[in-house]
């Protein structure tokens, strides 16, 4: 899996604070009953010696009543210890008398089946299962096309490798990631979902777009369909289907986070892959490489190929899903799969210009012959952006009308579309708005004079 870059429980104070804690009875006693005794009458004159007289006042009928106290409750004699317990066993000895009584008229005149005891019945499940699954579920989907994923093993000179594949045609052809079979001297594993295990041979990949075809000697697949990846928007729940971490059929789910996120990953050949990807919070894993990211109809609308990765963190370190997964679209991975299929390889989309990664003003800036080693320059002679009129040194703010301020960005829209495509370029060239209508062509046909960008980047610029 390429990368794209609990805390512990506080210990509780101890408490009695919220324990259970049981009442402690008491013995009964023996006391002596007292008789109720009538309330004492305060004696005549005490409380206007202890409050003092009342004043004086100017109504002659006027008074002042002194109420009287509560009743208090009749006070009855408790019983003794020896008549509680002579209660208590009385009622013991009548519940045990009853219930013999009882169970022998159960006995003697209850149903012939009775064994004794009263049946206990348990609440039943709605359910008992083996009804199928709502279509549109998490599950309906998960049962469509676990039985056309599978687990790609491989081996290189660094070691064994396991990612995920996707079954794209009946007769044994899967696609999956460049990375997953990058450097593969061999192909010798692929789990299908029912057990079996078959050999494979490389078809063609493309390191520009991290897409890979390779094929196993069957027929009678169960192919996937490829859905319309443009139809996806944000909040769209989604389903991921792969081999993280070597666990095949492996399911998770989440939702569409992002669309045409510009992502760059990165090869071990050195050539960085673009991708208009589409985000998610679907956990992605290494393993999951290759694998298909699915709508709830169970069309793949993109293939998992990268992580985001907290600072330092790395696959010895533990990198693994944030919640931060980036797919490539399912439509820039049927053209990529349909070409290298019938060739073996796939052509990259280009304009013939090169940018300017030192630029850090609005918009991306194509580069001039000055800022080039070993003849290099900023647009090929009789290119597709030669052609259209587009020159060194303007700044590109627009494409199809969508605001790019980042190279990376301008490359990601660009090898979203295919050569042949038309598209327009809206420039800045010396504060006056241009806009022209560009042809694209193929990277591989473009000389750009072997040369080389003194931009400290270290990435391609040639586009």
Known sequence: MSQFASPEEPARPSSDAGSVQTDTESAV??????????????????????????????????????????????????????????????????????????????????????????????PQPV?????????????????????????????????????SGL?????GYILTNHHVVEGAESIDRVLFSDGDVRPATVIGTSPDYDLAVIKVDATGLTPLVLGDSDAMVVGDQVVAVG???????????GIVSAVNRPVTTGQADGTPAYMAAIQTDAAINPGNSGGPLLNMRAEVIGINSAIAALPGATRLTGAGSVGLGFAIPSNQARRVAEEIIATGTAHVPAIGAQLDRTYMGRGVRIADSSQFSNGGVG?????????????????????????VAESNTAVVIIRSHAPGDTMTFTVDRDGKELDFTVTLGVLGDLDFADGTLDDGSGGDTSQ
Do not use: C
Request: glycine fraction near 12%; aromatic fraction near 2%; avoid cysteine.
């Open 29 to 122: 006693s023996e006391q002596t009953v007292r008789e109720p005794q009538p309330a004492e009458q305060p004696e005549s004159g005490s409380l206007n010696d202890l409050f003092g007289s009342p004043p004086p006042s100017d109504d002659a009928d006027a008074s002042y009543v002194i109420p009287s106290p509560l009743p208090r409750p009749p006070v009855h004699p408790r019983p003794r210890a020896r008549t509680v317990a002579a209660i208590a066993g009385t009622s013991l000895l009548l519940g045990l008398a009853g219930g013999v009584g009882g169970a022998a008229a159960w006995q003697e005149w209850g149903p012939e089946d009775s064994t004794g005891g009263t049946p206990v019945s348990l």
């Open 127 to 163: 359910s008992t299962g083996g009804e199928a699954p709502a279509e549109g579920s998490i599950p309906a989907v998960a049962a469509a096309v676990l039985p056309s994923v599978v687990q790609i093993q491989t081996e290189t000179e660094s070691g064994a490798s396991t990612g």
């Open 167 to 171: 079954i794209i045609r009946d007769d």
């Open 243 to 253: 081999s993280p971490l070597g666990l095949d059929a492996t399911v998770t789910s």
């Open 379 to 403: 647009i090929v002679k009789g290119s597709p952006a030669d052609v259209a009129g587009m020159k060194e040194g303007d700044v590109i703010t627009r494409i199809d009308g969508v605001p």
